[in-house]
């Protein structure tokens, strides 16, 4: 689930049509709506993200500190406009991750440390819990060309 501006911003507007406009006016002045600041939090993390995510002591008070907001901040955007936490979040991203590095042809054994996962086992766990097989049975089916659509 690597959250991409583009999907940010459909995020917004199906949210945006639910509570009339992002922009509105009220006495003349333009207000801007609260989901546009989350969308705009919501990038700003994903490109700290990007920089770190590969680090297995990654925490979230790290990123809170790098983008200059309360980790409690965090949380509550998160579980708001997402409904996951930030912690499930970031699993989510390193998995993406490392389901493109499969495609690409990346070696098994270091993909789970290219992307942050301390051990193998958890690493197969969470890749099964979300693909539905294991890291092995999909680099199998991939390099058969039988692998199934997951998006």
């Given at each position: 689930?690597?959250?991409?501006?583009?999907d940010?911003r459909?995020?917004t507007?199906?949210?945006?049509?639910?509570?009339?406009s992002a922009?509105?006016?009220?006495?003349?002045e333009?207000?801007v709506?609260?989901?546009l600041h989350?969308?705009?939090?919501l990038?700003?993390f994903?490109?700290?993200?990007?920089h770190c995510f590969?680090?297995p002591?990654?925490?979230?008070?790290?990123?809170?500190k790098n983008i200059?907001v309360?980790e409690r901040?965090?949380y509550?955007i998160f579980?708001?406009f997402?409904?996951?936490?930030?912690?499930?979040?970031l699993?989510?991203?390193?998995?993406?991750k490392a389901?493109w590095?499969i495609?690409k042809?990346?070696?098994?054994?270091n993909?789970?440390?290219?992307?942050g996962?301390?051990s193998?086992?958890y690493?197969?766990r969470?890749?099964k819990?979300?693909?539905?097989?294991?890291?092995?049975a999909?680099?199998l089916?991939?390099?058969?060309n039988?692998?199934?659509?997951?998006y």
């Open positions: 689930m690597i959250i991409k501006t583009e940010l459909a995020i507007e199906q949210g945006n049509k639910n509570s009339c922009v509105y006016m009220d006495c003349g333009q207000i709506d609260r989901d989350k969308h705009s939090f990038v700003k994903t490109k700290e993200l990007e590969d680090n002591d990654l925490k979230i008070e790290m990123i809170a200059a309360s901040q965090i509550r579980k708001e997402l409904n996951i936490t930030p912690a499930t979040f699993r989510l991203y390193r998995l993406e389901f590095l495609q042809g990346e070696s098994f054994g993909i789970a440390f290219d992307v996962f301390s193998h086992s690493f197969s969470c890749f819990e979300k693909y539905g097989e294991t890291p092995s999909f680099i089916a991939f390099a058969e039988k692998t199934a659509e997951y």
